[in-house]
């Protein structure tokens, strides 16, 4: 034998540690919590009212988008105008997977129109011209791509399915970062 190695199993690699007469009886407390169990260890709170601020975020995105598909004029505007309700479709589409987290963390989703913009962390701005449009778009973008990043970091390892939602949205963010930077470049400005 090698010096320096130990005799008798290996202990593996992440292991299972709760026997499984623990993670019975752990499933029948607080029953009524739904999926928040016992080794749910985000502060929940915190958790929904960051949740509740995305989900007006991505409220206030989607509102945003459709002025801009329904504004959009110029040589450019069918083709831009189309990415803008692409863009809408998939915001709403992350506010209902928002909402729907929330509520399986026992929350209730804000969709009240009353503060709504105050809970956003991206802005309505509706653009005076195509280009203002892109830009703005831009710009929230690139606010929720921060704003979701921060979350991500928060989150770590104490409420990984709200995290890994985020982070699938976040990256989602990026696209549409990419795809308005694009069109941007393709009207000629910087």
Do not use: W
Request: hydrophobic share 35%; aromatic share 6%.
């Amino acid at each position: 034998m090698n010096k320096g190695m130990r005799e008798g199993p290996e202990p593996q690699r992440g292991a299972f540690l709760s026997d499984v007469q623990t993670l019975r009886r752990r499933a029948r407390e607080h029953i009524a919590q739904g999926a928040v169990t016992p080794g749910y260890h985000a502060d929940r709170g915190v958790v929904l009212k960051l949740l509740n601020e995305a989900l007006a975020t991505e409220i206030i995105c989607t509102l945003r988008y459709k002025r801009h598909y329904y504004s959009a004029k110029g040589i450019h505007a069918e083709s831009v105008a189309a990415e803008f309700l692409e863009h809408a479709q998939e915001e709403q589409q992350h506010a209902d997977q928002i909402a729907e987290r929330i509520t399986q963390l026992g929350g209730e989703p804000d969709f009240s129109p009353d503060g709504l913009s105050s809970r956003s962390h991206a802005e309505y701005v509706e653009g005076d011209s195509l280009e203002d449009m892109i830009k703005e778009d831009l710009v929230a973008e690139r606010i929720a791509i921060d704003s979701y990043r921060e979350m991500v970091n928060y989150l770590g390892q104490d409420d990984p399915t709200s995290r890994r939602l985020l982070e699938e949205i976040l990256a989602k963010e990026e696209e549409h970062a990419d795809d308005l930077a694009s069109l941007l470049e393709g009207m000629g400005s910087h």
